[in-house]
């Protein structure tokens, strides 16, 4: 039995390592890497490796034909008898003699122009020959670090647990995939993930996958970051001047032309580089392009290089993507970043039709056990050698690993950073068992966010304790916290607890339970930040923020019921109180007066808001995903929205066990959120609001439906969509029915790239429409322009809007300065 065993094994390693191997280099010795190595008239291929290594798998001996392709060198064919295996074939590549083109005295006489406009009027033809494939698929990436400073802004980095080397350079993440993926133009996609590896993780999940590798430049736009422009979209023309390099043969004796392409604005997102033309068919035969990060609207990426190799098989006359690398490098504070990721595509079949259940809600999932591989199986299905950094890498972490994950090391590890000091009483303090995944953690009293001033509580402060638990591998996630504010001009102390439980990363069932004493804007989305109130009322007088005191307990939860639908209902008793301003203290000094905490009557400082009294009140919600996809990995699932479908939200809110009948009432309500992405002009985006409310003739201004205004000139969204930039706070609050719509359209460069001397601030311009339609007043409408991706360098991140209002008429126009940075504060 032994020895069957034995034999057995022994005929599955002589199979399974059936490799033809060899290094590959140009004519001088030295390693070619990223050379295009497959089987004649087949879909089995790989890659070099950095180091010109390569291997390719066969089934049998017999004899094979072997294509070496390489932009810039000419193609090599090598028939070899393989008799046993390994098969050792060593190739050397020698430099393409590229037969120059003459040069070009009439200007529409221009051979690249004539290639390119081949290339595209036969690319939907030859788009067409690969809408509907299986495939294998390998991915591996790499991310580096050069040049890491010790601290950075302060903070302390060190040598990220042995990854970085004294020059604070080294390897910080490593992964490899092995996938089976299907696909059918334009937008069916399904992949299962074989095999996942990421160095230093032995239960970890790779995030490569070839959804993120389709880059097809017989689209129009390739999506990086930024639209970029195909060199033979439709519109390629208006972004390119294209340069005939010269022809070559290729090892079919076809005809290769090289195209070099040239932006004729430096702002634009267009490609710098080659792609390469087969004449007659006028399919791409090979891409190598750089990618601008400013173009890309990617500004900490440098640059970003992208090859991609095509390979013809003489029995279906198809030029299919067989290989793909980007790498690119990335720089801030001094720190250097570089990345590679290399694609690898075998084994193609073209069905004629997929059946009908094929393709589904579902565009990724894992085989099981995918990320328990062992090191017998990678080397034998891994299409590219690893290089000796990266084998040193896996060697290396695998090692560390098993120390990090011993009770000793955890343990030592706990025990620095638990360590007590004195300045944690007011910066704050966190306590961590890794053994048993949990962490207790204060809060402090200086933190960025914890100290703020309103006219009602004066200088107010917060902090808290939480306690965290949590399971990675379940996806199960506990909070316990108690919060506590302190109101100094009051002389008040309010504090809420909290209970909050995850289930799973399934279908995120979640339990929330949350009670106490807190203070609360009448508009409950919270529309002034407690940052620019502060800043606003101290320096301006301008005390915007409107609040009332609430004692309160809820229980509330909300779960995922199919891919498309998420349910959530909460439970609350609330008792409400009328708060009053109890400081007119100022840092800037003026005749200007605050006005008091009553938005109805912001000059009346006796009559309260509303008077006191309690209510229950229900919220069942319900949002609608049409069309959503996901991804379904072990430890998550991942919802996808599908861009062609909006989303929708519907709740219902019932007021009900008031202290007094006229402040029951029942509210439904209801928004669409959709965005559209116009191809290289840019995104539209709309949200449609509405609501009725039901016998709400007499209820609480709290319970009125608050729109979401704006008096401070400072926006910290990342849109408009869903504010007014304008609009009084509570103008225009309602209990009766209501109509909100706003669209946003975001050219992305798309005009201001075209305009001299503008095109220098690499902007965007945007355009905005905004309505209010209530019953008790005149629709409320406001029309901006504006220019995002303002700044400096590689900071972009400023926003500045026009706006003009009208209502019954012209009402006035005003700037909104965009301060999304600001959010880090809060």
Known sequence: ?????????????????????????????????????????????????????????????????????????????????????????????????????EVVINKKEN???????????????????????????????????????????????????????????????????????????????????????????????????????????YNNVVSIGAKMISPIADNAFNYYKFVHEGTFQDENNQMINKIKLIPKRDAEPVFEGFIYIVEDSWAIYAV???????????????????????????????WSKNSQTLELTAGIFGIIFTGKFIHVFTNYEFPDEFSKKTFSKEILSFEENANKKDTAFWNSYRPILLTQEESQDYKKKDSIQIIRKSEKYLDS??????????????????????KKDWAFNYDGLLSISSLSYNTVQGWNLNSGFSFTKYNEEKGKY??????????????????TGRFMHRFNTQNYATLAIEGGSTISQFNSNQPISKLINSVSTLFFKNNFIKIYNKEFAQIGYAQNIQNALKLSINLAYEQRKNLVNNTDYAIVKSKDQFTSNNPLLPYDFITPTFDTHHLMKLNIGGQINFGQKFISRPDRKIILRNSKYPTLFLNLEKAFAASEKNYEYEHLSGNITYSKVMGNKGTFATLIKG??????????????????????????????????????????????????????????GYIMNKIPLLNKLRSNLIVGFHNLATVDNKPYQEFTVGLDRLGFGKFKILRVDYIRSYQNGYQGDGIVFGLQFLNFFE
């Open 478 to 495: 506990t909070q316990v916290k108690a919060s506590g504010n302190y109101g100094f001009a009051e002389d008040r102390l309010r504090v």
């Open 1 to 101: 039995m032994k020895k069957t065993i034995t034999l057995f094994f022994l005929f599955w390693i002589s199979f399974a390592f059936a490799q033809i191997k060899g290094t590959i280099t140009d004519d001088k010795g030295i390693a070619l890497p990223a050379v295009s190595v497959f089987i004649e008239n087949t879909y089995n291929g790989t890659s070099s490796n950095d180091q010109g290594n390569y291997e390719i798998n066969v089934k049998s001996t017999g004899s094979y034909t072997v294509v070496f392709q390489f932009l810039g060198f000419k193609t090599v064919k090598k028939t070899v008898n393989v008799n046993q295996f390994p098969h050792v074939l060593n190739v050397k590549m020698q430099e393409e003699n590229i037969a120059l083109s």
């Open 413 to 434: 590890i706990d025990a620095k950073h638990n360590r007590f000091k004195f300045w944690d009483v007011v910066t704050g303090y966190r306590y961590k068992n890794s």
């Open 288 to 318: 190598d392009v750089d990618i601008k990060g400013y173009r890309a609207k990617q500004e900490f990426m440098n640059n970003m290089n992208l090859k991609q190799n095509f390979s013809y098989n003489n029995q279906n006359h198809i």
């Open 111 to 217: 051979p690249a122009d004539k290639v390119i406009r081949k290339a595209i009027a036969a690319r939907k033809d030859n788009s067409d020959k690969m809408a509907r494939f299986k495939a294998d698929f390998y991915s591996r990436g790499i991310f580096k670090l050069k040049n890491t400073p010790k601290k950075i802004l302060g903070q302390e980095i060190g040598n990220m647990d042995g990854m970085l080397d004294s020059t604070g350079s080294g390897i910080i993440y490593l992964s490899e995939t092995i996938s089976k993926i299907m696909y059918e133009k334009p937008f069916n996609f399904k992949e299962r993930i074989i095999a996942s590896k990421v160095s230093g993780n032995d239960n970890g999940y790779s995030y490569n996958s070839a959804r993120g590798s389709f880059f097809d430049f």
């Open 691 to 748: 609501g009725q409310f039901f016998n709400a003739a007499n209820i609480s201004f709290i319970d009125y439906k608050h729109f979401n205004g704006n008096q401070t000139h400072i926006g910290t969204t990342a849109n408009y969509l869903n504010q007014f930039n304008l609009l009084p706070y509570y103008s225009s609050s309602t209990n009766r029915k209501y109509f909100e719509f706003h669209a946003e359209h975001n050219f992305e």
